[in-house]
């Protein structure tokens, strides 16, 4: 089947898909050589296991080998393949519909909060909008209480109210500002219609926002003691009386301890109204009405107080915008540090023959263009896009780089042919079949790539579907970022798997070939006494020289030769029979001449027949031999693994990892979940640093005493009926011990029972009931009109304001508070139905609620499917066990670091907890299966070729990754802050089971090597 496949002869085509039986021990049969059974009752346990394992990997090794044949055959045709069905994946890029709305992003979508959410704006409106002035004494010394301060803020107060946008439509007076609806004696004295009012906080509440009154006033001082938690706040949402603690601070006090003296510093709060766009969650009026808002206020001088410090969502949005833009910068920056890593790390100036710098370019570029396609295939498949989102192209850059490292770390690996000489160099040997045996540099060079992918195709397999198990198993998070980011990690990783075995060996084929084509040129050169030029071109001498080598050599052919030829006779070139026949050739006289073709002639002599074992018995030879040859630079396989495996670098290794572990155990018990207000503000933005300075001020002189509004709603019932129930709902719930009672105690339905009992008036049915509210709402309770709303049916909703103490409140007490008034509400309701508690922020506090479920689970559901994988592709429990090991040793570190970097569990950090699973298992996954691969007798031999072979490309593979992250540290921004430290955390840790973990477990208790597993059973 293969011989017509390919074009080549059956024992060309064994050699060429997949290694020969005989390297395996099989008998005729197809089952294992039983002709030792030392070990069979251990290796019997795991048959089964073992030959799925086998099974898989030929397949695998028979995928590679037969993509090598097509790539190596025709390069040309497989780029412009993978060129254009890139382009047509990345065609999805048109369909980008970037999401930049943070709830959107790091909330679970379909919550409890989310639905209340819907229902309480469809019918009472969006929040309102809220600018906030701090205002800081002068010189530190200024009484902002002295009447001569207060008269300043009044100048203040009025420059707010005169700033208006949108051709003066727009402005913080009744314009559109937030108004009051409930009543208010102090401006019904006045004269004043209530519902004309505007919503805001300030101390000036003490003179009605009336500059007469505050004239007026012979002693202000002593106006704010007599009144303070006494007098009415006219115009304050959040409190019927004038508190001192959400408008003043750094209060001063007479010996007393009681009476107020002065005040360092004051707080304005102005609201307005906001109609949010369903999309973006903001309004865009209102927006620019904020942005002159902080303008104006900034711009003014004044003397009594510091430069104002405005906080808008207008600012609060563009100072997380700059700030993103800023480490955008970095992130450009880091790219180019990984393509210029990626060069470096293949280039050799002082060995030019084993320097590959161009191919580490070629490595980056394709998985430049792996991800553009993927991303598109992500996003033409519903997958959202985001600006963190971006930051994936940082991992798909580390696995890409890691597996195109594996690649090239086996491409000069010894060939297993008889002719092969394991004490030269491999680019040597080549030339010899080149210059001697008459082969084309395209054959020679088809040979090395199918024998380097049939080698590293197995464990970047395993590499690649262990990663694309743990990004799907991640995206079953309930954070909607979060996976989406392991989405397009899954997509990135599978697209860039399936370029590396097609572009990636195309473009390393012609780099092979000019490699090649250079050694020629060299030997020719050497030959004639001529100087060689580096780097081959077309065009240059060495081009020339390699020609005139190649048409020279006897039977040899050109590449323009090549060119025309068919794929077919070309694969066919690729192994030659076992009887090598050398043409003679017309020599001189001169003796090394003649040396040289007598060595020649004796290295390609016809060779005996294959004794049995003769493969592996050659094979070990090889490898001896090939150990002789990079002795020298091998420092992975020679003093590194001297060092790592001798009993004190193990004891080191060993007890680094227990105490890492038991520090990670305790930071594990430590951590709290929670996460900062306005966690995407950040200082140091030009132009809007004043945003966080603002904030900061506030957290500082403001936080104590502070409260939140949260709102109780009641949905469609007979309130007549169900007064009871009403009554026993709002006792129950002024009862919880972080409701502030006394907000509660204006509600429409106590003020309605209130009219009812003034007025004498008494109702025996529902329909009298309802007749009254109207009449009510009508007249006297007009200030609660927008707080029921009546139909022809009835009452269908109502309101009732509430406050809750939030001093210094986490997010997993917030949590909790919510989750017990919702269900202090459902035991109380009765009659009533369905009742909502909320606010703003349970959207939030919800995400608090399943962030350690979805957490656990989608790391659950990782591992495991990780776990499964490598059972069949490594073929041993234990090797499984180990990976799976090592893997939730860093999940569980990641998670304890949470509490070194003084960080809090939240939507935000939970997400590396989860795609550390990913990242994790490609190290010590290379090195297991390495190990199991190996011949060698013992486990310290076998750790120790582990380390030799690719010791060198996972050691580049994360270096190139953390070299991209380490530039993150520059990052202001919160998310990118937290990139950077569990990144690294991550990335190390992964090197480290990797590097020094694995093989030193694996010397200790490492599993069987499946080939000698299988030769004993």
Known sequence: RMEDEAGVNAEDAREVAVLSDDEYDVDEKGGPDRRSSATSSGAAQWNYLLRASKAIELLIAKTCARLAVACAASPARTIWACVIIAIGCGMGWILLDDENQVEKLYTPQRTRAFADRDWVEDRFGDADAVSLVYLNRENGKTNLFDKDALLELFDLYDLALSIDSEKHTRGYDTRSCAQVFWASDVFTDRGTSADLLCQKESILAFWAYNRTRLEADPD???????????????????????????????????ADGRTITGAGALRLAFYL???????????????????????????????YFQNPIPVTQYGIDTNSDAAFDGDRLFINIAIFIIIAYAFLALYDRKRPERSRGVVGLYAVLTVVISTLAAFGLAILSGVGFSPSTGVAVFLVLGIGLDDSFVICGLIDDDLDEEWYDPTRSPLENDADRVLVHGESVEAVTSRRIIHTLRSSGPSITVT??????????????????????????????MVDFAFQLTLFVALLTYDQRNRLKRKLAEIEAQKTGDSVQRG?????????KTERAVRDAPGGTTMDDAADADVAPEVAAVESSSQVVVKAKAVDDDDDDARNLDEASARTAPLPPKAPGAASSRAASSRAASKRYIKDDDFWGGPYADVLLSWPGRIFVLSATAVVFAMAVVGASRVRMDIEDNWNVVEGVPGYNYVRKGLDFEQKHFARGATEWVGLYTKRADYYESRDDMRRLIDDYADEH???????????????????????????????YLASLRTYLAGDGIDYAHKVLIDDRGVYATEIDSLWEDDDVTGGIAKRRMRKAREQVRKSSGDLGTVIVYNNGFVWYESFAVIARSTIFAMLIACVTVFIVLIFLLGD?????????????????????????????????????VIAVGLSTDAPAHICHTYLESRDATRSLRARESLSKLGPSVFRGGISTILGIAVT??????????????????????????????????????????HDIIVHA
């Not at 766009?277 to 900034?298: C, G, T, V």
Request: charged fraction near 15%; proline fraction near 3%.
């Open 969 to 1010: 540290g520059f990052c202001v921004t919160y998310i990118f802050e937290a990139f950077f430290a569990y990144l690294m955390t991550i990335l190390i840790l992964a090197l480290w089971n990797g590097l020094a973990l694995m093989p030193v477990v694996c010397s200790l208790i490492g599993p069987m090597p499946t």
């Open 536 to 544: 081959c071109c077309s065009g240059s001498r060495c081009c020339v």
């Open 877 to 913: 429990l234990l090797a499984a066990v180990l990976v799976a090991m090592f893997v939730t040793f860093t999940c569980l570190v990641t998670f304890g670091s949470i509490n070194l970097y003084s960080d809090d569990l939240n939507y935000i950090t939970s997400f590396f907890i």
């Open 464 to 493: 690649s579907i262990t990663d694309t198990a743990a990004f799907i198993g991640g995206s079953f998070t309930e954070t909607p970022d979060i996976s989406n980011f392991n989405r397009f990690c899954a997509a990135a990783v």
């Open 220 to 254: 202000p001082l002593a106006t704010i003691n007599a009144n303070v938690g006494v007098a009415e706040d006219c115009c304050s949402p959040s409190s019927r009386t004038i508190e001192l603690a959400s408008i003043a601070a750094k209060l001063e006090y007479a």
């Open 738 to 768: 972080y409701v502030v009672t006394a907000s509660l105690e204006t509600n429409w339905f106590d003020a309605h029972q209130g009219w009812l009992d003034e007025t004498g008036q008494t109702v025996s049915s529902s329909e009298e």
């Open 273 to 303: 109204e906001q109609s949010l766009n369903e999309r973006s969650r903001s309004d865009p009026h209102a927006r620019r009405l904020e942005n002159k808002f902080d303008r104006r206020i900034r711009g003014a001088r004044w003397a």
